[in-house]
């Protein structure tokens, strides 16, 4: 498995911008698939993007277009860059690993970070 730690969650108004970091380590980088999802009170976890070992990247259709997810292969780090936000994105930002295969589910969690947008 991967040691994740996620940062940079905090307040931010709507249409306002923030960057999340997940720092690994534990095991290579290159082979996993890396992902963001996120938790809403009263609501189910959900997947926000997701990078492959090759950069293949999705993205929920509720971020399209707003959110940016990249990696830096060197530094082990993966980022979510979130642009326009909304009060809707507010909710606990996990970052996930998985070693990047069809076979593999998502093993490897972070302990979150809060994302609050006021309105």
């Known amino acids: 498995q991967v040691q994740l730690v996620e940062s940079g969650g905090g307040l931010v108004q709507a249409g306002g911008s923030l960057r999340l970091s997940c720092t690994t380590s534990g095991q290579t980088f290159n082979n996993y698939a890396m992902g963001w999802f996120r938790q809403a009170p009263g609501k189910e976890r959900e997947v926000v993007a997701t990078i492959s070992r090759i950069y293949t990247t999705y993205y929920a259709d509720s971020v399209k277009g707003r959110f940016t997810i990249s990696k830096d292969d060197a530094k082990n780090i993966v980022y979510l860059q979130m642009n326009s936000l909304k009060p809707d994105d507010t909710a606990v930002y996990y970052c996930?690993?998985?070693?990047?295969?069809?076979?593999?589910?998502?093993?490897?969690w972070g302990q979150g970070t809060q994302v609050t947008v006021s309105s």
């Open positions: 996930a690993a998985r070693p990047d295969n069809i076979l593999s589910a998502w093993d490897s």
